[in-house]
T-cell receptor, first 119, second 114 residues
């Protein structure tokens, strides 16, 4: 497809379970971002990749959160030992970056998100 | 770090009227201000953005104005239509157009009443 694809769209986990959320960015997009969106709030930055390099993970709330993008394309956000406060929509976004001079390379293209509910 | 405030959580307007949503930011180094629209069950989508070297930008029925001195920027939608109903997020960045270092506001639910 032409857009950012995320799976699963919905995930229900029991407290303490591990979950993995997948993001397939737009082909050719160098930058990939993960955001957490709580109900009624704006997206909050979690982590950022430039190709396969994780350049910023300052937004990850705890060491239970881990993200990877081993081949510079698909990314996985893993949450270990899930807690109720992890319940949120996890948004992935990709960005062209380093595009043609003068182009708007900063636009974020978001997926539809993965809604995680921890019981 | 940057703090972006979106003071109106909800806004209702009659179809055909104008809607204005205002945001304030804290970091005077911020130089890129996009607006995203999020429909129910979808991811946010960029609708317009402005850089700090201009004061206003317009695209058909939508416009954004920036007041750097007061550190606020606003989204203006004219001739509102039912399909404009959505949550609108403002954001600010020091990245000069880069998607990095983007901080979002908490969103404004716009409802256009028929």
């Amino acid at each position: 497809g032409a857009g950012v694809s995320q799976s699963p769209r919905y995930k229900v986990a029991k407290r303490g379970q591990d979950v993995a959320l997948r993001c397939d960015p737009i082909s050719g997009h160098v930058s990939l971002f993960w955001y957490q969106q709580a109900l009624g709030q704006g997206p909050e930055f979690l982590t950022y990749f430039q190709n396969e390099a994780q350049l910023d993970k300052s937004g990850l709330p705890s060491d239970r959160f881990f993200a990877e993008r081993p081949e510079g394309s698909v990314s996985t956000l893993k949450i270990q030992r899930t807690q109720q406060e992890d319940s949120a929509v996890y948004l992935c976004a990709s960005s062209l970056e380093f595009g043609r001079e003068g182009s708007n390379t900063g636009e974020l293209f978001f997926g539809e998100g993965s809604r995680l509910t921890v019981l | 770090g940057e703090n972006v405030e979106q003071h109106l959580s909800t806004l209702s307007v009659q179809e055909g009227d104008s809607a204005v949503i205002k945001c304030t930011y804290s970091d005077s180094a911020s130089n890129y201000f996009p607006w995203y629209k999020q429909e129910l069950g979808k991811g946010p989508q960029l609708i317009i953005d402005i850089r700090s070297n201009v004061g206003e930008k317009k695209d058909q029925r939508i416009a954004v104005t920036l007041n750097k001195t007061a550190k606020h920027f606003s989204l203006h939608i004219t001739e509102t239509q039912p399909e404009d109903s959505a949550v609108y997020f403002c954001a600010a960045s020091t990245g000069g157009g880069s998607a990095r270092q983007l901080t979002f506001g908490s969103g404004t639910q716009l409802t256009v009443l028929p």
